[in-house]
């Protein structure tokens, strides 16, 4: 799978079933096996919509798949949008973050005469969209739903510390690769059509579901709309829906600017409450009320998540089917007539439906913004002051615009006469960073590098530049070198760390972590459950992604309990500390031909392994026998007050049957040993 143009996906307002009813443009598969730029080889269809076709294809320069994001021919005619293209996939590629697909290069294929073709290089993520897994699926698990806005908050705190907004979040950009990551797409290309001369300045774009009501009311969008349409795709992952839906677009963003989101617990009663508080903390209608950007959500997500006792889950994959047949296309981007309240929800013939990334006419009324993509449709119609007062208005925008105008043609000739001149971007892919410079330098050009991991480019090598090479610049322009680390090497582990803190290690360093109970092994330092080291080892060079093993410490290794059966117990106890273990007497018990007060067994027995991690005791158990003292000779008394301090008893025999005789023969014999209250007989004359 790869990214696809928003306005993908399926519309709820008549069962789920494709809306596309624009179809790919004419020529979609006339490209197939076209060359762009005599470089990037188009291959196959993998998605296409209203706006762009998406298709595999293969970087013939760096021999490496990618997705080709080509853009309807009518757009190339417009410079607007040529000129806003260009602007934002530049910042797009700025975007470096595992959570966000990388952007490789853009430019404008002229192959073809009269049919230049704008076109977008990005990564190729191998998977399916996270609409793919909600038609396969369902509603998700909770504990899934958190991990993909996870990764959707990640991707957007690192847009928005770079500045930038996405302003279309939605299932149909969200892409799950085979591996299970999670990475956003489509960063900035709204804003590119948004201000495109086709739709002209008052039309913009969005995808109703998911729009903010600032966004629908004014149009104004900033990281907190992101929010809001993350908090929205959190509602619909629990639920299988989202919030809003209706017979038209209309009454979806109705629905936005005036009904607060209901707790998606009132529809799944098992959620926790701090689900519902997430869910309605990001969809506030008060854009002051909700987190202020992407990093401050995803605070919030993870305290929530830490609150409830879950932990981050592996994102199942999607299966959308072969790549030979895409998945039935969404709604294609389309432009909608304005719409007043008195038209009944019915001003237009053709609705995408809430889900598609559509055009919507702004009203004359709502403030122009570049950064506006949706329309005021619950508009009043104005009276007769307000027509005046917009007469009044429309002349002094002329004004402005007159003023405007002279102020760019004053510039224009001061930086002719400046003596400014234009340059074409050298060829650098492949160069020395330090020869790129050179180059550079040479041709009165600035060098902008981020470097970033590559599995086949060697360390200090030019992957790619952008513009492209032969683009014509102005001398003294930026051009960004995206230049190659090399492959990642597995970094330094200090012996004793936290597991969590390994893996976050490696995974910084673009690298995956992975724990196998069979590498696991014992040590006599480090604690059990701390790692002892990885492999392969720090230092050693790993593919990008590449799984490095973490070694975790079993603890000490177990000890054989020595064998102490028959000592006495000072002897026992000795022998078993000496070995390492704790003693302690664990009772008393009788054995046959063990004296008193010597050790029957232990316990574990001997032999047994025991861990040493702690403190590994051993119970002793001594024997309780009494040995036979020696009667004989002595008289029946004696005997007597003998056999009584011993614990038995003296069964008498009498030759004459008198006790005053003496002890002549008895059983057991002296020196047996016997249980306490035996009884021992004995023979006196």
Known sequence: MSPVEPGNGADPSNGGGPTNEAGPSSGTNGLLGHMLERRYRVDSVLAHGGMSTVYRGMDTRLDRPVALKVMDTRYAGDQSFTDRFEREARAAARLHHPNIVSVYDQGVDREIPGEDRLYLVMRLVEGGTLRDLLRARGPLPLSVALSVLEAVLAALSAAHHAGMVHRDIKPENVLIGRDGSV???????????????????????????????????????????????????????????????????????????????????????????????????????????????????????????????????????????????????????????????????????????????????????????????????????????????????????????????????????AWLLGGNSYVRVPELAGSSLSEAKETLRANELKADVSKTYHNTVPADTVISAAPQEGTRIRSGDQVELRVSRGRPTVPEIETGSRVSEVQSKLRNAKLAPKLDSSANRYHDSVPQGRVIGVTPEPGAKVKTSGSVTIIVSKGPAPEPVPDVKGMVRDQAFSALSKAGFEPYEAGREFAEGVPNGHVVRTNPSAGSEVPMSGEPRVGVVLSSAVEVPEFRGKTVKQAQQQAAQAGLTLRVESLFGRDNGRVVRQQPSPGSTVKRGSQVKVTAF
């Open 183 to 413: 990475q956003v797409a489509d960063f900035g290309l709204v804003r590119a059509a948004a201000g495109a001369g086709s739709t002209s300045g008052d039309v913009i774009l969005g995808t109703v579901a998911y729009l903010a009501p600032e966004q629908v009311t004014s149009g104004a969008a900033d990281a907190r709309s992101d929010v809001y349409a993350a908090g929205i795709v959190l509602y619909e992952l629990l639920l299988g829906h989202p919030p809003y839906t209706g017979d038209t677009a209309l009454s979806v963003a109705y629905r936005h600017v005036n009904d607060d989101v209901r707790p998606p617990s009132e529809q799944l009663p098992e959620l926790p409450p701090a689900v519902d508080e997430l869910v309605l903390r990001f969809t506030r209608r008060d854009p002051a009320w909700r987190p202020a950007e992407g990093a401050a959500a995803l605070r919030e997500l993870r305290q929530n998540r830490d609150w409830i006792g879950l932990a981050g889950v592996p994102v199942p994959v999607p299966n959308p089917g072969s790549p030979e047949s895409p998945a039935p296309d969404g709604p294609p981007t389309e432009q909608i007539p304005p719409v007043t309240p008195a038209a009944g929800g019915n001003g237009t013939t053709s609705d995408p439906g809430p889900r598609g990334t559509r055009a919507l006419q702004r009203s004359p009324s709502a403030p122009t913004s570049e950064a506006s993509e949706t329309t005021n449709e619950f508009a009043s119609v104005p009276d007769d002051d307000s027509r005046d007062d917009s007469h009044r208005r429309n002349r002094l925008v002329a004004v402005v615009g007159v003023v405007v105008l002279l102020g760019a043609l004053i510039a224009g000739g």
